[in-house]
Structures are given as C-alpha cells and as structure tokens.
C-alpha cells in the first residue's frame, strides 16, 4: 500500500565493497595483466601478489560483515514492519468512512503528518519492539484522536468498530469471511430449519443456524457447532442469559470458559454470539470488544473531547476550522469567547447566502500584513449556502500570491454537502459539534442557551412565569429526545431548534404579561404551541395528535402551582425557589438521571429494545455500505460467481409458477362483484411483479456471462443480492414509488413472493376465503372498501342509508389465534368460521401484529418485558388475534371524541416505519385498566402492523412511498 519505513543506509558497506573491486581491476590491469612470462619471477611481483593476498582477506572480511549487519539490519526493519501493517489499517479506516459521508473525506498528506508527528512524539523504548508498540499505539491513538472529533455522533460508534475490525484484518486475527459472517449472519439462511428453538423467532433461529456452522479463522471445525444441542440440555440457563437487560456483560452459559481459553478470537467469538442471539445489543457487546483488544483499549472509553484550545494548536493561517453542523447547535458563541480569552478582537462574521459578494475582501483584509489593527479571525457561517464561493476561499489560504499574517484565522459552519469542494475538506481541521444525547443534557443546553436572568424577571409574577418557561422547555426537550424511538416516537424526524423554542416563549410572554394563565389563555397557549408553532412542522397526523397529547398534560393551571409541581412524577418536579435564579433551575436539572427511562415519555418497557435493535441495526448497515464490494467471502469464488449460483440453484427454483391464463381462471368466478374486482386486479399485480423478477433474474446471469452489457442496474442488483439485500429495482420503480413490497433481506422477500402466491391461488380455486391475509395484498385499502361495497350490498334496503353512511367495526377474536403464516390453513375448520354473524357480514383477517402494548380479550393492555418467550411473543412485536371486520350503518354514538371515553382508534400500517403513505386504516379499541384514555395510548406509539419484517430493516432504508 505505501511504505512508511525507510531503507537502512548501507552507502558504507557498499562504496567499500565497490572500491576493492576497483582496486583489484586496477592491479590486475596495471602489473599482473601486463606481466610478461612467470608471475613470479621478480621481487616485485610477489610483493604484488602478497599485497593483493591481504587486499583479497581484507575484502571477504569487510564482506562477510556487510552481510552480518544487513542482516541485522534486516531483522531490526522486521520489527517496524507493524507499524506499516499499523498505519494501512488506520488509512484505510479513514477512507472507509468516507463512503458514510463525503465531509468525512481526508487526505493522505493529513494522514502522514500525523504519522510523522506520531515517530517524534512516541515514547521512547529499551528495545525495537518496544519501540516500535510504543509509535503503533501512539499513532492509533492519534489517528483516532483526529478522526472522532470530526464524527458526527451517530457515525462515532460505527468508526471504531470498523476501526478495530480493520486493525485485526490487517492483523490477520480475523479473516475476511469471519467480517463477512458478523455483518451478515443467518441473513442468507434459507433452508428449511431441522434443528431450531421453539421461543426464539424465526430471524435468530437463523442467525444461530449460520453461526453453529462457521469456522472462525483457520480452525477446522466450527466452534459452535454444538449450540443447539447445549441451549436445549440447558434450557432455563440460557433463556436466563438471553432475556437478562445487560447479557453482555454476563456470564455465557456452557462456553464462558471455553471462549476466555481463546486468546486471539474470544472477545470477536463472543461479540459475534451476542450479535446473533440478541441483535439489539450488538453496540454494546462491539463496545466490549473495542476495550478487549490492544488496539484501542480503555483510550475508546475515555476519548476526551477536544477543547478549542485543542484545535486552535492544530489550525494555522492555511489550514481553516470546519465546524459540520447538525441541529440545534451553532459553535459561533463558542469561537467568541475563545476569541476573547485570546485577547483578540471579536472576530467578523459573514452569513453565506446573504454577503457571499464580500467574502473576498473580508478575508484578504483579515490576511493582510499591512492592516495590524483589522480583524484578524473571521468566521464564515452556513457555507453549504455559498458552496461556489469555496473555491475562492480556498484559493487565498493556499498562499498563491498571497502573504497571511500570522495572527489570521478563518473558521467556517456548513452543514454535510456532497458538493463541497474536496480540496477544501483537505486542508482544514474538520470538527463536529453535536449536542449530548439525553432528557438531563438537553435541558441543560437549553437553560444555558436559551434561557437568560433577563427572560425570567421580564414578568410581574416571577415565580409563575418561571413555572411556565421551565415547562416550556421541559416539552420541547421531551419532543426532541423522543424522536430517537424511530417511528415508535415519530414517524418522522421532525428538526425542532432552539428557534422554535424561542418562539413559543415570546408568545406566551406576550399573551400573559403578568405571568398568571386564565383557562382560556392555556387553551390559546396549547393550540399555538401544539398546532402552530410544532405541529406547523409536522406532516403526519398521529405524530400531530402525540404533541397534542404532551400539550394536554403540561398546560394546564396546576403547573402555576407555588409548591414543587411534578412534571412527571417521581423525579422531574418544577422546583421551589425565591429568589428565581437560572443557575437554581440548573442545579435542579444536575439532579435528574442521567439516562432516562421510555416511561418519562409515555413508552413502554421495550421501546428501549426496539431503539437500541434500530441503532444496531444502522451500525451492521453501515459497516456492510463500505466493505469491498468487489470479491467474494471465503468460498474462493468471485463476487459474480457467488450471484451467479445463488439465483440458478436457490432463488429462481423457489419462484412460483404464476398466474397463466389469468382470463380464463376469472372467468370462472361468479358474477362481477366488488371483491372478484379486487382479486383479478391482484392477480393481475402479481404477474406484473412475477415477470419482471424471472426477466430481472435472467439479465443479470446473461450479465455476468458476458451475453449481454454489464450495466449498472444490474451491477447494483448485482451488489445488493451479493449482500443478501433485496435490489431496489425490485422494490421501487425509477420515480422511486414503491411497486412490490418492502423487505430486509432477499431471503424474505422471496419467502413473501410465495406466500403471496399461496393465498392468492387458494382464493381463485375457492369461492373465498374464511380468512384473508390483508398484508398480503398490494392494495389493502381497495380489499377494505370491496368488503365495505358487498356488506352495503347485504344490507341494501329500499330507501335506506348510502354507502357513505356505512363505517367499519373490528372485533378481536380471543378464541381464534394464528401461530405460523407459513403453516396457516386458509380454510380454517368451520367450528372457527361459525364466529360470524347469522346474516355472514364482513370477512376474517389474519397476520397482524401489535406494538407498544397487548391485546387480550378484546382489549389493550400495557405489555411487559416478556421473558416467557415460549409464549411466542418476540417481545417487541406480539401477534394479534384473528380480527373480523365488517361495515354497518353509522349510530349516534359514531360522532363521539375517543378522547372522551376509553376508546382509542389505533392506527393499522403496512410497515414498521409508519408514515401516511404506509396507513391502512383504524381499529376502535378498548382499554383495559383504568385511567387510560385514547392520550395514553398514543403517547406509548400504540399501532398494529402488517408485517414484523422491516422491524429487522435498519432505518438507513427509506420504507416510504413517494407516489
């Protein structure tokens, strides 16, 4: 790759070697070439001769040493060899990141300073080994150092993973098929499974298959291989193991011994059991490997975070500060009251997309020798809105023509751009600035940030007023911390600022000037909050109706309350003071938990585990984007090859027969009704899908045989099969709407493809079904309104109500369940079908789940951290009865608010990510326990899904539908 080392002078040993050669032809062509008859006939010939005896001796001696110290020399090199090894690992670390985000681009003249600064500034050692460990681990450090500062947070954990990941390639502890097998798993599992275990679902049953048949590095046999049969001898142990909160740092029944025996592999051994048996920890168990290996260490646990003084030392007059922004935090303050620690004055500062037409000659005065009393540092914000005035910026740091004072300084804020100028990423110190994750930091950043001394005392009533503001900002923190819950919180990423939050203080201050609140000024309050100023930015409807919720319980008269009102009991209470002081309110906050608990936003138990089986996912997803995409995994087999075998003797013999002679086979269903519409026009779909797929197969072997253009279409189906991944092309048409259905892995895609297929030629050879599966259908809405059509049909009196007037009922069916899509008998026994009503309205529907609570007995009840899980419950996710749905006449009590009563209209999506585009329909549901209205149901992000399977998607996927 590039070599770091330099060669061992041997100019010594050479120019003497090459001068007695000189001298020997010398003597040979002056006297004994030339002598005329016996070499030994005068004096002066045996003195030659003598003289070129002791030459000849003192040249094979002088020789024979030249060889020991380039051998010796030799060795020495040998022991810097690790430290090359050391520095490609690192590079290449570097590089990878890029392919995340094109801001994390870096040079490799950034890199070899580092590395030059490392070889000076490394300790010392007494031997070369100790020597050269000491610059390895001095550069990593370094290196890492460099790097995570100018991460974004969520990019952080990923970095040193992949980071020791490559540090152990490079190593050769690990060998590329064992990264392969860690980012993949049971991922390319497809067989039918003789061994599994009945309470784990189907994902990790798959995952164990794949890892009891690996052979980590070169051992040879795999050393799992028995992990079936131990799970099943040790069963309460291990279910024990698995559903503890923190099983990482546990102890691994049956191979805790056995894994601490394996010196090289047994933190990656492990890191890779926990990542198939319980994938919501894989960050942690990744932080556990970082701190067991050498490379790393306990520096990953105590990264400092590098202060400006830090990076002031690490910039120059030609090397910028690039500060990448993200939400809600500006560094501007911060670069000014450096500035003024500095003793420098306040530095000039320029708004991109509003003075970009004098950026020039600000920064050339700023640079200018001649003008000592200017401005030396500027800071120039928001350059993603003036990306066409970088290339002159960059033009007057790089010292062309130009002379820079000494003094000068430019520090810049943009926000991620793909079009940023990549030789300005590489000449400047790139830096992030994201805020702390927490309920207990952002409260903090915002009482320091937004509220002053001066905002509190603007008010007649201080102590009132304070109440409102600090609850002001207590919301507007709950609805920025909830949004990590993905779309368990929101089902979007809403950016809410510190703007937002400004805004609704100065509204309220405005509306109450004595700080005392009449019950019709919170009404106002709640709405302009709630619906105006957040619910302004808000697309979806259910996220609108959450802050809506939070608004029901934060404004309202009790918060004015002079006694320590309690926000959210027991821990987060408005506290009691006099006189009002910011830094009391902050002493207040230090108080509160570090990490807080889902409760505190009205989640259950498991949304952390939904989270953090989210952010795991994103880092498996985002190590799999910048692996090689180019070679195969270990079977010796290029990339094409693997492809190739896997669609001729896997994927093309599980594709279903289709639908031929479609015409003919609707032909024979009676009559032309609502719902014989509806199946001819899925039927239809599925063909559509069904031959596009077969052509799409076909292309790409043709493809890869050379029968027709590689293009890149089918190199990036061609990627994205090789990874186990579904091609977008075969979920998404070119305008990006969605045209098939969404999937995590090309393994359940195709499982669904046959799924899909079963129900719907079981449908065409019956009159109907006495169950249908609604996510199974391409248009689960038009199934609802051809159901909705043949019941008013039913129903029909004359003169009676219009199909507007007919509205949908739902009935949970507690008798009736459904274990397993793939074994489920459409024509379930007529016992079961007998639930319908004597006048046989409506239809049965099957394969729905519930999140963020339970349903039994008709009702909602708030679901724990199960740990049975032979109950079959995934523990996010849990199955959901047979439903009958039907459609009848509107009553009088239609109209009635569900905010009113225990009712609560839980919302039906296709998909894990939620969204409008993926909304079905609602179901009106009870509550089972008292003092729980529709607000707490939705709080907790109560919703029945159509399929589990995007649960296991990471959320770098956009499952969204844009047509």
């Known amino acids: 790759f590039f070599l770091m080392i330099r060669r061992p002078p041997r100019s010594t040993l050479d120019s003497s070697s090459a001068a007695s050669d000189v001298y020997k032809r010398q003597v040979h062509g002056d006297t004994i070439s030339s002598a005329q008859g016996s070499l030994i006939d005068t004096e002066q010939r045996v003195d030659e001769l003598n003289k070129q005896k002791k030459r000849a001796t003192e040249t094979l001696t002088k020789l024979k040493e030249s060889e020991e110290k380039r051998r010796d020399l030799i060795k ?27 801001m994390y681009n870096t040079s490799l003249q950034q890199f070899l300073h580092i590395f030059d600064a490392s070889l000076g500034s490394a300790k010392k050692g007494s031997t070369i080994k100790e020597r050269s ?53 049971g991922l390319l599992i497809e067989e039918k499974q003789t061994k599994t275990i009945a309470w784990l679902d189907e994902s990790t049953n798959n995952n164990l298959k794949a890892l009891s048949k690996h052979k980590f590095g070169a051992e040879p046999s795999p050393f799992f291989k028995d992990l079936f049969d131990k799970i099943q001898t040790n069963e309460e142990e291990w279910m024990s193991w698995i559903n503890e909160l923190a099983l990482e740092s546990k102890t691994i029944p049956d191979y805790h011994d056995k894994l601490a025996g394996e010196k090289e592999l047994g933190a990656f051994m492990t890191l890779c059991l926990i990542r198939c048996i319980r ?5 942690m168990a990744g932080h556990n490997f970082i701190l067991a290996t050498s490379a790393l260490g306990d520096k990953y646990d105590s990264t400092p975070v590098d202060s400006l003084e830090d990076i002031y030392k690490d910039s120059s007059t030609r090397t910028p500060v690039l500060y990448l922004l993200s939400s809600i935090c500006d560094p501007t303050s911060s670069i000014e009251d450096f500035c003024w ?61 130009y002379t820079i004072r000494e003094e000068f300084r430019l520090f810049m804020t943009t926000e991620a751009s793909n079009k940023f100028p990549l030789a300005l990423l590489h000449s400047s110190v790139k830096v992030t600035n994201d805020p702390p994750k927490g309920l207990k930091a952002g409260m903090l950043r915002t009482l320091t940030q937004v509220v002053s001394q001066d905002r509190l005392e603007k008010v007649d009533m201080v102590d009132k007023w304070k ?48 700080g005392s609140f009449e019950d019709n000024a919170w009404k106002i309050a709640q709405y302009m909050v709630c619906q105006i100023q957040y619910g302004g930015k808000v697309t979806d409807d259910k996220d609108r109706e959450i802050i809506e919720c939070y608004g029901n319980d934060f404004f309202k008269a009790e918060v004015l309350k002079g006694e320590n009102y309690e926000l959210i009991k027991p821990k987060y209470i408005i506290p009691k003071m006099d006189p009002v002081e910011v830094a009391k309110l902050k002493d207040e906050v230090r108080t509160w938990p570090a990490i807080e608990d889902p409760s505190i936003f009205g989640l259950s138990s498991l949304a952390d585990k939904a989270y953090r089986l989210r952010e795991s996912k994103d880092l498996l997803s985002s190590l799999m984007e910048i692996q090689p995409k180019s070679v195969g995994a270990s079977t010796g087999k290029t990339r094409n090859e693997e492809v190739k075998e896997k669609l001729e003797k896997d994927l093309r013999p599980k594709m279903p027969p289709g639908f031929k002679d479609t015409d003919k086979k609707m032909d024979g269903k009676k009559g032309s009704s609502a719902i014989s519409m509806f199946l001819n026009q899925e039927v239809r779909k599925f063909q559509i899908v069904h031959n596009t797929i077969a052509k799409s197969i076909q292309e ?19 990627i994205a099969l090789h990874a186990g991944k579904v091609p977008s092309a075969w979920m998404y048409d070119l305008l990006g709407c969605e045209w098939t259905w969404i999937s995590s892995s090309i393994a359940s895609w195709f499982k669904e493809l046959g799924q899909r297929y079963n129900q719907l030629s079981t449908w065409l050879k019956n009159d109907k079904l006495n169950s249908y599966w609604i996510g199974g259908f391409f248009n689960p809405q038009g199934f609802l309104f051809a159901i909705k059509q043949e019941d008013y049909k039913r129903k029909k009196e004359k003169d009676g109500p219009t199909l507007e007037s007919y509205e949908m009922k739902s009935e949970i069916q507690g008798s009736l369940e459904w274990k397993d899509l793939d074994k489920f008998d459409y024509k379930i026994s007529q016992k079961k079908s007998a639930v319908k009503d004597k006048d046989d309205l409506g239809v049965l529907i099957h394969g729905l789940y519930i999140e963020g609570a339970v349903c039994n007995s008709a009702k909602l009840e708030d679901c724990k951290d199960n740990k049975d899980k032979k109950e079959g419950k995934t523990g996010i996710l849990t199955q959901l009865n047979i439903v009958k749905i039907y459609f009848e ?40 326990g008292p003092n729980k209205d529709a607000d707490y149901w939705k709080k907790k992000g109560v919703a029945i899904l159509c399929s589990k399977e995007s649960l296991y998607q990471s959320s770098s996927h956009n499952i969204t539908t844009t047509c």
């Open 279 to 283: 994938e919501d920890r894989t960050i």
């Open 889 to 928: 006449k509107k009553g009088d009590d239609s109209q009635k608010s569900p905010t009113a009563s225990k009712e609560f209209y839980c919302p039906i999506y296709r998909y894990y990510s939620r969204g409008e585009r993926n909304l079905i329909t609602s179901f009106r549901m009870e509550s089972a």
């Open 467 to 514: 109440n409102v503001v600090f609850t002001m900002c207590f919301m507007h923190n709950i609805l920025l911390e909830r949004r990590k819950y993905g779309p368990l919180g929101f089902s979007n990423q809403y950016e809410f600022t510190n703007t937002d939050l400004d805004s609704c203080l100065l509204y309220l201050e405005k509306l109450s000037p004595s």
């Open 76 to 102: 020495k090199r040998d022991f810097y060899k690790g430290v090359a090894r050391r520095g490609t690992a690192l590079y290449l670390s570097l590089q990878d990141m890029c392919q995340l985000n094109w």
């Open 700 to 718: 790409i072997i043709s493809a890869i045989d050379g029968s027709i253009i590689m293009t890149q279409e089918i190199e990036d189906q061609i």
């Open 133 to 185: 460990d000491n610059i390895s681990t001095y550069l990593t450090e370094q290196v890492f150092k460099y790097m995570y500062r100018a991460l974004f947070t969520k990019d952080k954990a990923i970095y040193a993973l992949s980071l020791t990941l490559r540090i152990k390639l490079v190593e050769e502890v690990i060998k590329p098929h064992d990264l392969n097998f860690f980012l993949k798993a």
């Open 341 to 401: 620690k500095k003793h420098k004055k306040v530095p000039i500062k320029v708004a991109l997309g509003e003075g970009q037409e004098r950026i020039k000659a600000i920064v050339e005065s700023a640079m200018a020798p001649a003008n000592v009393n200017n401005v030396t540092w500027v800071i120039l914000q928001n350059c993603h809105y003036g990306l066409e005035s970088m290339n002159g910026i960059l033009e007057l740091i790089s010292g062309k023509g």
